[in-house]
């Protein structure tokens, strides 16, 4: 069993974010279900080195990740391995919600992941530029063969996780994320758990 080198709670609605070394894990824990999290990641020496969806979705060969695969840089360069995972296929598509798109879809300007991780991205020098197409762990959003897309009710179960083995160094920012004006949270934003095992 990998020792347990962190572990904490994110409140609902916040962020979070933390250099996970070379073969350390990241273990993401829905505790009560229904909660979507927002993930950036970049290369820890080098933040200019980022998650890259579409490297990501080219290698996996699906717009859903899972168990097994790799969440890619955009030097096509390996940052983490999905290694374990409870939930199912996880969204890499749906983007991050924000004071501007929550006013632009719902008429509401409550603030978002994006200011969520613009939050946790000051603490590394990072800013608005940093924030890029990113994966959304625990939500789903169901893509029809004609392209119609919607996010759907939150559908992970109480304790269900993912856990994420780096491949570099890499600063992980997590998002906790607080919409409650679409289903992806169930209308309820709850706290989730992190942990950070060793090799």
């Known amino acids: 069993m990998s020792r347990l080198i962190h572990r904490e709670t994110i409140p609902a609605c916040a962020p ?25 990641c970049y ?17 996996a ?12 840089s955009d030097k096509a360069r390996a940052l983490f391995t999905i290694e374990e995972n409870t939930f199912g296929g996880h969204d890499t598509v749906g ?21 969520n991780f613009l939050a946790a991205l000051a603490q590394h020098g990072l800013g608005w530029k940093d924030v890029v197409p990113h994966v959304n762990w625990f939500m789903t959003v169901p893509v029809s063969t004609a392209g119609e897309a919607a ?7 109480p304790g269900d996780y993912v856990t ?8 992980a920012v997590i998002s906790n994320c607080p919409q409650v004006l ?15 095992l060793g090799a």
């Open 16 to 40: 979070s974010s933390r250099v996970i070394r070379a073969g350390e894990a990241l273990r993401i824990i829905d505790t009560h279900g229904q909660q979507a999290v927002d993930f950036l």
């Open 43 to 59: 290369n820890a020496d080098d933040p200019a080195e980022r998650y890259h969806a579409p490297n990501t979705l080219k290698a």
């Open 61 to 72: 060969g699906t717009i859903l990740l899972t168990k097994g695969h790799t969440l890619y």
């Open 95 to 115: 983007g991050c919600c924000s004071k501007p798109s929550n006013e632009m879809l719902y008429g509401v300007a409550n603030e978002g992941c994006r200011e």
């Open 151 to 157: 996010i759907a009710l939150g559908s992970s179960k």
């Open 164 to 171: 994420l083995r780096a491949r570099m160094d890499v600063l």
């Open 182 to 196: 679409n289903p992806c949270n169930n209308f309820n934003p709850t706290e989730i758990e992190v942990e950070v």
